[in-house]
């Protein structure tokens, strides 16, 4: 199973910025999380961050589909070597930007994740957690 979870981004302007990651919950071992992270000045990809790993989605979540002739553990598959390829190419490439992550050479953990899932052949379904969230889907 594939879940697109949302929480209260810490230090967010006026309280009002939502922090998004995958979190993810292959057939065989332990679930896996993927987000986006500020390091430094750039746009980190984490693979299970610990703040991440445990947290309560407590502005909302989404189940991602596998996408049609994909099994659920497939598509679990999928999406961490997906992840994994993303951190491996991505990790500290773009500028972070939690408010205009669509500039060129910016992003945020909005971004992160349509990348993932994106690579896994997959697409987002329509959510809009509470908060602001650019660049969510």
Not at 38 to 44: E, N, W
Not at 51 to 79: F, M, N, Q
Request: some cysteine; charged content about 20%; hydrophobic content about 40%.
């Amino acid at each position: 199973m594939v879940i697109l979870k949302s929480h209260k981004a810490m230090g967010s302007f006026l309280g009002r910025g939502t922090h998004v990651w995958l979190e993810i919950h292959p057939s065989e071992g332990e679930k896996v999380t993927f987000s986006g992270a500020k390091v430094t000045r750039l746009l980190g990809v984490i693979e299970n961050l610990k703040k991440d790993y445990h947290k309560l989605a407590t502005r909302g979540s989404v189940v991602i589909i596998p996408p049609a002739g994909v099994s659920c553990s497939e598509w679990a598959e999928r999406v961490i070597e997906a992840g994994r390829e993303v951190k491996q190419t991505m990790h500290k490439k773009l500028k972070f930007n939690s408010v205009f992550p669509s500039l060129s050479g910016h992003g945020n953990c909005c971004t992160i994740v349509n990348l993932i899932v994106d690579r896994a052949g997959g697409e987002l379904p329509e959510f809009k957690p509470s908060g602001f969230a650019p660049g969510l889907c």
